[in-house]
């Protein structure tokens, strides 16, 4: 026990079981949050995003898209409160396009967004087949 020089104790030797634990809760609500979260059929607009846990080292890539999104940015408006709900931060790291064929089971990604640039398609495709396992997942740098 560390003492104070006053022969006290001192708060942080007791706190440091409550960052462990805050920690291993954040730790789980970053694991809870799902890797990807498209429309479920049509061509929409996608963003690749790094969520980390706000003061942590913790963190994963996930990928948000919607035809509701006129523009790459309204995905992450949408997004990052949330996230920030969660005591999470995130960062875009690019955008594109995601066609989603439900009865064929194929999704293809491409295309860039104007506003945050060329999202990594090979990372987006991969996180895609965590969620899509039995789909054809294709990518390319094509802009159509």
């Known amino acids: 026990m560390l003492l104070s020089v006053l022969g006290r104790p001192l708060l942080s030797a007791r706190l440091s079981g409550a960052f462990s634990i805050t ?12 890797v990807v979260e498209i429309d479920s059929e049509g061509t929409f607009k996608y963003i690749l995003l790094t969520v980390k846990v706000k003061d942590g080292d913790g963190h994963k890539d996930i990928v948000r898209g919607t035809k509701s999104a006129e523009y790459h940015n309204h995905i992450f408006e949408k997004v990052n409160p949330a ?5 999470m931060e995130c960062k875009c790291l690019g ?43 294709t990518w390319s740098d094509d802009k159509k």
């Open 23 to 34: 920690s291993a809760a954040m730790a789980e609500a970053l694991a809870k949050i799902p």
């Open 83 to 87: 996230m920030e709900a969660l005591g």
């Open 95 to 137: 955008g594109g396009k995601i066609e989603h064929n439900s009865q064929e089971k194929k999704l293809r990604v491409f295309g860039e967004s104007t506003a945050f640039g060329k999202a990594d398609h090979s990372v987006s495709a991969e996180k895609l087949k965590s969620a899509f396992s039995d789909y054809e997942i």
